[in-house]
Nanobody, 115 residues
Framework: QVQVLESGGGLVQTGGSLRLSCAAS????????MGWYRQAPGKERELVAR???????HYADSVKGRFTISRDNAKNTVLLQMNSLKPEDTAVYYC?????????WGQGTQVTVSS
């Protein structure tokens, strides 16, 4: 069974930066995809960024040029560097670890960007 734990959320002013981290543990095989999703109040969960085992990345249009996702396969960790934050980035951010046939979600970490 895989456990996923996020950290790094907090309160930041518009234009500021935060770095989210996520560690997945308990997997006996490679984690194919790791990513970050977010959910704001009253909205559905949406993809922010994802990264494959080989390092291919995909970003939501709303965060391109501002956010950077990276991973360390040896440690099964994924980072999300968030720069130039905007109030509309405010949400609970969830880490995803995806193996073939199974998804594992973290509990979420709150990111709040003040106006």
């Amino acid at each position: 069974q895989v456990q996923v734990l996020e950290s790094g959320g907090g309160l930041v002013q518009t234009g500021g930066s935060l770095r989210l981290s996520c560690a997945a543990s308990g997997s006996s095989r490679n984690i194919n995809v790791m990513g970050w999703y977010r959910q704001a109040p009253g909205k559905e969960r949406e993809l922010v960024a994802r990264i494959t085992y080989s390092g291919a990345t995909h970003y939501a249009d709303s965060v391109k040029g501002r956010f950077t996702i990276s991973r360390d396969n040896a440690k099964n960790t994924v980072l999300l560097q968030m720069n130039s934050l905007k109030p509309e980035d405010t949400a609970v951010y969830y880490c995803l670890a995806e193996l073939i046939g199974q998804r594992y979600w973290g509990q979420g970490t709150q990111v709040t960007v003040s106006s």
